[in-house]
């Protein structure tokens, strides 16, 4: 079992910056890789960026390619997504997922960008 913990969500004006942590503990050591997802409502779940974890291989959504970066820091077995240029169309609850063998998810984190 992995347990993740987000943190980092809130209240942002348009064109501001946020940061998201998401803190891995359990059974961390087979994970593969990291990231996050996000929900807004009345729509489906969506990709936002993910990182390998051995490398630094990184992948985005085309939504936020170069406003977003995804980063990790092994030693803490946490993964942060910088955001900046936020948008209102951001506006979602963010997930953190981690590979390790099946799929984890975290309570994920709300994000408001207000126009």
């Known amino acids: 079992q992995v347990q993740l913990v987000e943190s980092g969500g809130g209240l942002v004006q348009a064109g501001g910056s946020l940061r998201l942590s998401c803190a891995a503990s359990?059974?961390?050591?087979?994970?593969?890789?990291m990231g996050w997802f996000r929900q807004a409502p009345g729509k489906e779940r969506e990709f936002v960026a993910t990182?390998?974890?051995?490398?630094?291989?990184?992948t985005y959504a085309d939504s936020v390619k170069g406003r977003f970066t995804i980063s990790r820091d092994n030693s803490k077995n946490t993964v942060y997504l910088q955001m900046n240029s936020l948008k209102p169309e951001d506006t979602a609850v963010y997930y953190c997922?981690?590979?390790?063998?099946?799929?984890?998810w975290g309570q994920g984190t709300q994000v408001t960008v207000s126009s």
């Open positions: 359990g059974r961390t050591f087979s994970t593969s890789a």
């Open positions: 997922y981690a590979r390790s063998g099946l799929v984890y």
């Open positions: 990182i390998r974890w051995s490398g630094s291989t990184t």
